[in-house]
């Protein structure tokens, strides 16, 4: 496969960087497309450069500009579009911008695609955001976790039978995303798939309090700063280390044949099933001292409970989660005291959209 061009969009954040990295050490060949606009990103690019070099392209444009989306998904076989606006917040104070990056933005990849005289593989990544806020899944709090208390997604998780029940603009505008491209799939014939994504971390994740809340608390910890919990701290989620992520990712290339136009909850499952205060207590044992902690309210759209059933995507291509939590935090704790303070940007070679 070295001789197949892969275009991952947003490529420069902490997933993309992460999965160009194994593509690219593999011999494959790789494409950015970001706006760069991320904290933290010009870092990852340095990163790639450095391990990888001139191998690695990078086109700094932006997702809604559909002439340099086409030019990027030109000559390319796969395409992991990851590019999005990803704060429930940001949505909620610029909900146009919002639905032109995640919307709009996927509809421009995948025209692009579409306009090819051999369409590109197109894995989406969306979120476990489309189920809604969950508000119907009957909930006990048991000492600093809330749990269902119906028996069967108290073992397995939600999954994708679970109707759809967009909240916020956030979960509007990566739904019609999700929705487009599995419906390319079936109107069209591309080999589409989504991946509804609940938290994933790990090194290279430079958190904040709206998107990689597992590295933000840690950052917060190591700089000595206050931890905001928004409700209780009781809220749940499964986690999933990024190695296992990237797993998924190249195994659902390989089988994409076989899955095209299906979408598949990834996280963690219930064995890596964490709450907030969970996470407190674990960067305690790591750190020595409890983290200073401030309350407020329940942010909107928040769920007191999601943990994926994953099991359709591990019985179609026999992938499972292999990092537990306790592990991978332990590995982003120790990569962040190393790497918190990003470095100065770096010069790239960059390609440009017209």
């Not at 933005?105 to 990544?125: D, K, Q, S």
């Not at 990092?323 to 704790?333: N, Q, S, T, W």
Request: charged share 20%; hydrophobic share 40%; glycine share 10%.
């Amino acid at each position: 496969m070295s001789d197949q061009l892969a275009l991952i969009t947003g490529g420069a954040g902490f997933i993309g960087c992460n999965l160009a990295h194994r593509l690219l050490a593999s011999g494959r060949k790789v494409r950015i497309l970001d706006n760069v606009s991320r904290p933290g990103v010009e870092q990852n690019l340095q990163w790639l450069r450095d391990q990888h070099g001139e191998r690695l392209q990078v086109v700094v444009a932006d997702i809604r500009d559909d002439k340099a989306v086409t030019q990027a998904v030109a000559g390319t076989t796969q395409v992991f579009h990851f590019a999005a606006q990803v704060a429930v917040t940001t949505s909620l104070d610029l909900p146009r911008d919002d639905f032109l990056v995640n919307a709009q933005g996927t509809l421009n990849v995948l025209e692009a695609a579409r306009a090819r005289p051999v369409p590109p593989f197109v894995l989406m990544t969306s979120t476990n955001k489309v189920y809604g806020d969950l508000a119907d899944l009957e909930l006990k709090a048991v000492g600093q976790h809330y749990q269902p208390t119906d028996l069967s997604v108290r073992a397995r998780g939600v999954s994708e039978a679970r109707p759809l029940d967009f909240h916020s603009p956030y979960g509007c505008s990566k739904g019609a995303a999700d929705q487009y491209v599995l419906d390319y799939a079936r109107s069209y014939g591309l080999s589409t798939m989504v991946f509804r994504m609940s938290c994933i971390y790990g090194p290279r994740q430079f958190g904040t309090e709206d998107q990689g809340w597992v590295a933000h608390f840690i950052l917060r910890a190591l700089r000595g700063e206050a931890i905001t919990l928004y409700g209780d701290g009781k809220q749940v989620r499964d986690i999933l280390y990024i190695d296992d992520l990237v797993n998924a990712f190249l195994l659902a290339e390989r089988n994409a044949g076989k899955l095209a136009g299906r979408a598949f909850n990834i996280g963690g499952g219930p064995a890596n099933a964490i709450s907030l205060l969970d996470l407190l207590d674990r960067i305690e044992a790591l750190q020595g001292r409890r983290p200073a902690t401030a309350s407020d309210g329940w942010r909107t759209g928040d769920q007191r409970y999601y943990v994926s059933d994953t099991r359709a995507f591990e019985q179609a291509t026999g992938w499972h989660a292999e990092v537990r939590a306790p592990e991978g935090i332990g590995r982003l704790y120790e990569w962040l005291q190393t790497h918190r303070r990003p470095l100065a940007s770096p010069t790239l070679h960059v390609v440009r959209a017209n």
